[in-house]
Nanobody
Framework: EERLVESGGGLVQFGGSLRLSCSVSDLPHRQYAIGWVRQAPGRGRVGIACIAVSDQTPFYRYNEEGRFTISLDTARNTAYLEIDNLKPEDTAEYYC????????????????WGQGQQVTVSS
């Protein structure tokens, strides 16, 4: 079974940036898509972004301010989610997930999940 390992979370100051990583291994298929969701305390999961190996076109759920950037290094089987201009409302647990072969329309449903990374933004 595939394995997803996340890193990059932590405590960040308001207005700062951070980059989350999601490395995948033991993949059963060569074509896949990786995305992120987040879950704030007391709230449900919200889809953020997704990117597929097939064309590496990024899909975003809510990115009007352009603060989220998803990318994929296929040589390393690692996806990255960069978040700029962090705000306290970005405080949440962030989870990466993998789908085969494309991103789902909701950016919320994934086959397997990573362990999650807590991101806390101080005001």
């Amino acid at each position: 079974e595939e394995r997803l390992v996340e890193s990059g979370g932590g405590l960040v100051q308001f207005g700062g940036s951070l980059r989350l990583s999601c490395s995948v291994s033991d993949l059963p298929h060569r074509q896949y898509a990786i995305g992120w969701v987040r879950q704030a305390p007391g709230r449900g999961r919200v889809g953020i972004a997704c990117i597929a190996v097939s064309d590496q076109t990024p899909f975003y759920r809510y990115n009007e301010e352009g603060r989220f950037t998803i990318s994929l290094d296929t040589a390393r089987n690692t996806a990255y989610l960069e978040i700029d201009n962090l705000k306290p409302e970005d405080t949440a647990e962030y989870y990466c997930g993998i789908n085969y072969p494309y991103c789902g329309s909701s950016l919320l449903q994934y086959h397997t999940w990573g362990q999650g990374q807590q991101v806390t933004v101080s005001s």
